[in-house]
């Protein structure tokens, strides 16, 4: 039997790169994708094929597939990992920076699948992984445009679902907490950019609170081997789950805003980021 075939976006670092190791342990044909692929050499000495990709470009999410097809002959499974967090308040945010976050984290996904899905469907077989997050479920203060894309990738990822099963392929998002990866170091930039706002000075207290409660939290986050797990599973497993929640922070504020609702969340979210 041939290897299975799978496309990974944002596998330079965190979680794309911790389940491009997993996928090669566990006999998979790995095409590990990013921007920086001077961070992916690592993976390419253990098997990887590494190529550069922007997922904001729709001629390399093209020469990807591509390239997987004329090499591979099929793509088995896509990871849309790609991502990365807008932080600061709603307001000082431009509609530049806000379009390039959805434009990363929704529009960008929603390039990988619809390249994939003609070739998924020839098969009869594939599997879509989206990286979502807890976030998805509950909103943070302190960066809610970034909670906003992952809203959306629940609605995408439900929707394509359904759309998609008469052809026998599956969706699964990975819905994680805290993950400790590089993107606390990344994200913190736009946070930088956010304080140069003229009308920053009324959040300067919140912002200050939330770089530190932020980076704490990734700091004791779940170790990116957790979700490669996970990805593994929704790759193999026969009957892969529609959403997948793998460390106790999101499994404990889903369950917060199940049981006790929006009231409780409001009342505890600003104490835990930004007060």
């Known amino acids: 039997m041939n290897k299975k075939v799978v496309f990974i976006t944002g596998a330079s670092t965190g979680i794309g790169h911790a389940s491009a190791q997993k996928l090669l342990q566990n ?27 922007d997922v904001t470009k729709d ?13 591979e002959g099929q793509i088995d499974v896509l990871f849309a990992n790609a991502g990365f967090c807008l932080l600061g ?6 509609s530049e920076d806000i379009k ?26 594939g599997r879509v992984i989206i990286t979502s997050s807890v976030a998805g ?7 809610a445009w970034y909670p906003a894309t992952k809203h959306a990738q629940q609605g995408l990822a439900d929707g394509l679902r359904m759309e998609v099963k008469e ?8 819905e994680p907490g805290y993950i400790d990866t590089d993107i606390d170091n990344a994200s913190f930039p736009w946070l930088d950019k956010a304080q140069q706002n003229p009308h920053a000075s009324a959040y300067v207290h919140q912002m200050k609170t939330f770089r530190k ?63």
């Open 59 to 71: 001629e390399d999410i093209r020469n990807v597939v591509d390239t997987i097809i004329n090499n």
């Open 27 to 53: 006999g998979f044909t790995v095409y590990a994708t990013a921007r920086r692929v001077e961070l992916m050499k690592d993976i390419e000495e253990q098997g990887a094929k590494i190529m550069k990709c």
């Open 213 to 275: 409660k932020w980076g704490t939290g990734i700091d004791k986050g779940a170790s990116p081997d957790t979700i490669a797990k996970v990805v593994l599973h929704a790759a193999t497993a026969k009957k892969p789950k529609r959403r997948y929640h793998p460390n106790m922070d999101a499994k404990a504020a889903i369950f917060i805003k199940r049981w006790f609702g929006y009231g409780a969340l409001d009342k505890m979210l600003p104490n835990q980021m930004i007060y």
């Open 167 to 174: 052809f026998g392929i599956n969706v699964s998002l990975i």
């Open 137 to 143: 479920h509950v909103a943070m203060p302190g960066a």
């Open 89 to 94: 308040p709603v307001e000082l945010h431009s």
């Open 100 to 125: 390039h976050q959805f434009d990363v984290n929704v529009v960008g996904c929603g390039r990988a699948i619809s390249a994939v899905l003609p070739h998924m469907r020839k098969q009869k077989s």
